[in-house]
């Protein structure tokens, strides 16, 4: 059975500031990797996923994440972080040839201070 | 087409009673998902359609719960004799089965009280 980490419940930042927000998952075959933002009381928007290939990903509002087989880790990272970007993140995992049915991660959330 | 709808956004019920969310996927997409949040943690799949079929469920679906999708458009999801756990958002997703970017898109949810 696959499952995820998400090391930090809150993460604090100063705006401008760069942010990190660390998952971690296990499964015993290969995944495809997700992160999700949700907005208060909306629903979840898909900002990056990993499906095959460079293990760098780009997606949406300047972030990025880096999958790393060997520590089983898929890290989101923003080099600047803004007011707007408070919101809370969850990471997901998802083995390919299932039903397609997203494991989330517990969330993290992520509030950036003026 | 705007994406995926949910009705309603919120529900307040007493302990006890029945309730019914309805979702409106994306209408060219075959895959419909439920999931349920509870306050503080991320979404728990509960089960999915490929088109009318109803294809897994998870063991959180107890048997107060059951969900539809007739005709493979809409879908629906009916909680009896509501419980105060039952308490939740419930997230309904679509997504086209075969398509490359693994497209997913999420509802706004409907929050759920039971008082």
């Known amino acids: 059975a696959q499952s995820v980490t998400q090391l930090d419940s809150q993460v604090p930042v100063f705006e401008e500031a760069p942010v990190e927000l660390r998952c971690n998952y296990s499964s015993s075959v290969s995944v495809y990797l997700f992160w999700y933002v949700q907005y208060p009381n909306q629903g979840l928007q898909l900002l990056l996923k990993?499906?095959?290939?460079?293990?760098l990903v780009k997606g949406i509002n300047g972030f990025e994440a880096e999958f790393n087989k060997s520590q089983t880790s898929f890290h989101l990272r923003k080099p600047s972080v803004h007011i707007s970007d408070t919101a809370e993140y969850f990471c997901a995992v998802s083995e390919p040839g299932s039903a397609r049915q997203l494991t989330f991660g517990s969330g993290t959330q992520l509030t950036v201070l003026p | 087409d705007t994406g995926v709808s949910q009705d309603p956004r919120h529900k307040i019920t007493k302990r006890g009673q029945n309730v019914t969310f309805r979702c409106d996927p994306i209408?060219?997409?075959?895959?419909l998902y439920w999931y349920r949040q509870t306050l503080g943690q991320g979404p728990e799949f509960l089960t999915y359609f490929q088109n009318e079929a109803q294809l897994e469920k998870s063991r959180l679906l107890s048997d107060r719960f059951s969900a539809e999708r007739p005709k493979g458009s809409f879908s629906t999801l009916e909680i009896q004799r509501t419980e105060q756990g039952d308490s939740a958002m419930y997230l309904c997703?679509?997504?086209?089965?075969?398509?490359?970017?693994?497209?997913?898109?999420f509802g706004s949810g409907t929050r759920l009280t039971v008082v």
């Open positions: 209408s060219e997409h075959n895959r």
């Open positions: 997703a679509s997504s086209l089965d075969g398509t490359v970017n693994y497209g997913y898109t």
């Open positions: 990993y499906l095959s290939g460079s293990t």
